[in-house]
């Protein structure tokens, strides 16, 4: 097997399952409806095909995610995608990390931000905005209630209002989640 990466990168490595992937043409009816609910122009990826061995639950997980992190109004994609890494690197998820990070840095057309991220974490030096957002993001996956009121109005200083913060509290939250999946089903190994 190939070289398990521990490093954060915005290189995507590969994710390689402990569990086997559900075979398309030997998936379920059942397993087959809950993969349709995946985002359309992407391959299906390993991780999605482990999850299909559970199609009930797919079925609620990928509608639930595309809304967190694609949905309209409130904060960006951009911005979403930052929530997404501040918690992946938290809990040292060096996937989601990649993933989000390369996906950050094709919205924003900014790698240098990605850059500090992954390698300062909450140290990393950033506009007022993105800063806040890291830090709030991390503060959130490290223990949840030790996000403060304070931290809140940090936000708010930053210029982002109610429905942004509520996006980045779900975007973080989603990773918290999403990161131990992770964790526990496969690992990142060089390609």
């Known amino acids: ?21 559900v075979e398309l043409d030997k998936a379920t009816p059942a397993q087959l409806d809950a993969l349709q ?3 359309s122009n992407r391959k299906i990826s390993d991780y999605v095909l482990v999850l299909a061995h559970d199609p009930e639950t797919l079925k609620q997980r ?21 929530g997404a890494v501040a918690a992946s690197r938290v809990n040292h998820c060096i996937y989601c990390a990649a993933v989000h990070a390369e996906r950050y840095n094709q919205l924003s057309k900014d790698e240098t931000a990605m850059a500090k991220v992954l390698a300062d974490g ?41 429905e942004e ?10 990773f918290g989640w999403a990161n131990r999946l992770m964790h526990t089903l496969g690992e990142p190994v060089a390609a």
């Open 165 to 174: 913060i509520l996006d980045l509290v779900l975007s973080a939250a989603l």
């Open 37 to 39: 609910v995946t985002p």
């Open 1 to 21: 097997m190939s070289r398990i990466v521990k490093d954060f990168t915005s290189r995507v490595p590969h994710w390689h399952p402990h569990v086997t992937p």
């Open 122 to 162: 909450a140290e990393a030096d950033l506009t007022p905005r993105l800063g806040a957002i890291l830090r709030f993001a991390m503060k959130l996956s490290e223990c949840p209630p030790a996000a403060t009121a304070e931290d809140v109005t940090a936000l708010t200083q930053a210029g982002l209002d109610a």
């Open 62 to 82: 990928s509608p639930l995610f595309n809304a967190i992190m694609y949905n309209r109004g409130g904060m960006s994609r951009a911005e979403r995608e930052m």
